[in-house]
Structures are given as C-alpha cells and as structure tokens.
C-alpha cells in the first residue's frame, strides 16, 4: 500500500481519522506503527497528503492527517475492452487503473463467452476492493468510471461514434495492422482491445466503419492483460 486510502466515515474529527479494518492490518503488520510516524493518504474523490500516527493499539489506530495536495492528473487514454475471462478481469482493471485510466468500458465480442458476464468478480463489492487496491498501489483517489455493453452492434454503432468524437483518435490492437500504436504517443485516445482470440472479422470491419485505426504490437500472441499493459505505456 503506497496510499492510505479514507473514506468520510473514517473521520472521528476533523483531521483526525481511525482505522480498524484491513488496512489497519496492512499499516500494523507491513508498514510498521510507531507513534508520530507519517505516510502518504488521500480521501476518495479528492487530496492527497500525509498522516501522523498518534497512537494505536492492536486493533486500531488513530491519525492525525493533512489532505493539501491535488491528486495525480488522470491519463489520457479510454479503455474499451472486450470482457475478459474471470481471472483475467481483475489483472486488467488494476493495470488501467494504476497507468492512471478514468474512463473504462467492458463490452461482449463473438468470442467473449456469455458465461463471463455472470462471473462473480463483477459484482460492485469484488469491483470496489479491486479498485481500491489499485489506487492504494500507484497513489490516486479518483474512482475510474466503469461501465459495461452486453451487446456489440449497439455499442458501435449508437455509442462508438460518440466517444470517438471526443478524442483524437480510437485504435483497435490488430495483428494485420502496419501502423504502430507509438504514432499515437501522447494524444487523448480511445483504445479498444479484443478478446484473446482477436476481434472477427465482422467487428474489425464494424471498428473500421465508426472510425477506428487498427495498430499492431508485432506478430506475437498476447494475453489480453499483457497486451493491456503494452499498449497503455506506449501511448502514455
């Protein structure tokens, strides 16, 4: 935990906050408590800053904290993802989120299997703790929005457009592709990544139509978390 990520509710007084629950556990046993310690915090949604232990116990601990900073600038990209399989979906949420996503779409594609969509890691409990995480790891508080498209042809043809009108490009991973995603390197893009088995034909023709670009990492075969991270850090 790099963060100490609060809610309002941990406030007992102004400036002063104490926490009982799993990142007690964490400061407790990993970062190691010892009275007028500091460490870097934020509250949800808003500044970041630093907290002072006064004092703990072994169930608790209660801080004094200072919240003055801005957190960090949001990247500049959109995520649109094909749903990835279950044990894939939280790799990939915690890798946008940390490179610093704000916007991010999970959408179905032929070769997303119905069942994904009634996985468990989707649940807004499993979502929360995940993002929570990922924030806690790379030092923000702001809450990417998530949304989810069951339903492909929809997606692209009625709200595709749209995103793309704002930004300066949308860009599809796509093995056949000659253009590489470096020549998008710093422009607010919308990125769209496939499932493992690659976009259809049918949907690179239905990405192609409403205005995006198909770019290639090579001719290697990526997991969708790896080709995820590749992607994110060549555009940012």
């Not at 192609?208 to 555009?235: D, M, P, S, W, Y």
Request: with cysteine.
């Amino acid at each position: 935990m790099n963060l100490l990520l609060l809610d309002e509710k941990d406030f007992i007084a102004p400036g002063r906050v104490e926490i009982s629950d799993r990142r007690f556990l964490q400061l407790r046993d990993i970062i190691k408590l010892e009275n007028g310690k500091t460490f870097r915090t934020g509250i949800v949604n808003g500044n970041t800053g630093i907290a002072t232990v006064e004092n703990f116990t072994g169930n608790s601990v209660t801080l004094s904290v200072e919240l003055t900073a801005c957190p960090p600038p949001p990247g500049n990209v959109t995520l649109i993802c094909a749903l990835p399989r279950p044990q894939t979906f939280h790799k990939v949420l915690h890798c946008a989120i940390t490179m610093g996503v704000k916007n991010l779409w999970f959408i179905h594609s032929r070769k997303v299997e119905k069942s994904y969509w009634q996985a468990s890691v989707l649940q807004d409990e499993a979502v929360d703790k995940e993002i929570r995480l990922a924030l806690e790891q790379c030092g923000d508080t702001v809450y990417p929005a998530i949304q989810y498209r069951q339903r492909f042809k929809p997606f692209v043809e009625d709200e595709l457009p749209g995103i793309i009108a704002t930004h300066d490009a949308a860009i599809f991973g796509h093995p056949r592709s000659e253009m590489r995603p470096e020549s998008f390197n710093g422009k607010k893009v919308a990125l769209l990544i496939g499932p493992e088995g690659g976009f259809s034909d049918y949907e690179v023709e239905k990405l192609t139509l409403a205005g995006a670009t198909g770019v290639t990492l090579g001719n290697r075969i990526l997991r969708t978390e790896f080709a995820t991270a590749a992607l994110l850090a060549k555009l940012m």
